[in-house]
């Protein structure tokens, strides 16, 4: 009986030690995500008054903790590229390797990009993941969403938080030039998770 017990509470500390792990990271994304939005909708720093004036807000998908994947990571380097953009502006990009993924019964993989014109040893292990699924344009951006993350050297997994997946700058202003996702990196199915299309103020216009 006391053996069943002590399982008992083994099992009721793990629980609750994953729930409140899982509470303290959606805390600690939401508090990321309103500093953004404060920054973005109350100050110069990013956009102009005008451009501000148009938006009422932003929007996300609902945290879900199951688009927290760990990744394999298979190095495999491209010849560096120049990567189209919203404008003119073609910054220079290698493909480092591949990271393959699985979401339910869904495997799918995506490149991941370096940029080359990124100096210092703090981007020795950055790397950028751009990609684009069906839920462009209508929910999220048409151009795509945006990964930052960070290779562990030596390690062949790497994680990866849809969760954190982020609006490139030109959906907020054309002012900004925003690398536009290549088609490796097209899904054919929905990713519901990170950042959505900012809900706009109506127009007065009629």
């Keep these: 009986m006391k053996l069943i017990c002590s399982n008992i509470l083994i099992v009721l500390v793990l629980c609750s030690f994953i729930a409140n792990s899982q509470n303290s990271y959606i805390d600690s994304l939401q508090r990321e995500r309103q500093e953004f939005e404060d920054t973005l909708l109350t100050t110069d720093y990013l956009i102009n008054k005008m451009e501000r004036a148009g938006i009422k807000a932003l929007s996300y998908f609902p945290v879900d903790t199951s688009w927290v994947i760990d990744g394999h990571l298979i190095k ?63 929910s999220t951006y048409g ?51 990170g950042e959505k299309n900012p809900v706009l103020k109506k127009s007065d216009n009629r």
């Excluded at 491209?78 to 591949?98: I, L, Q, V």
């Excluded at 490139?168 to 202003?173: H, I, K, L, R, T």
């Excluded at 900004?176 to 054919?188: Q, Y």
């Design 76 to 138: 495999d380097k491209g010849k560096a590229f120049e990567m189209p953009t919203s404008t003119e502006r073609k910054p220079k990009y290698r493909r480092y390797g591949w990271i393959c993924l699985q979401h339910d019964d869904q495997t799918f993989r995506l490149a991941a990009y370096q940029n080359l014109e990124l100096k210092g040893k703090e981007y020795r292990n950055y790397l950028f993941v751009p990609f684009k699924d069906v839920n462009a344009p209508a």
């Design 143 to 193: 151009g795509g969403r945006y990964l930052e993350l960070h290779r562990e050297r030596g390690s062949k997994t790497i994680t990866v938080d849809f969760n954190a997946a982020f609006n490139p700058y030109c959906v907020y202003s054309h002012r900004f030039s925003c690398p536009i996702t290549p088609e490796v990196n097209h899904l054919n199915f929905p990713i519901e998770a």
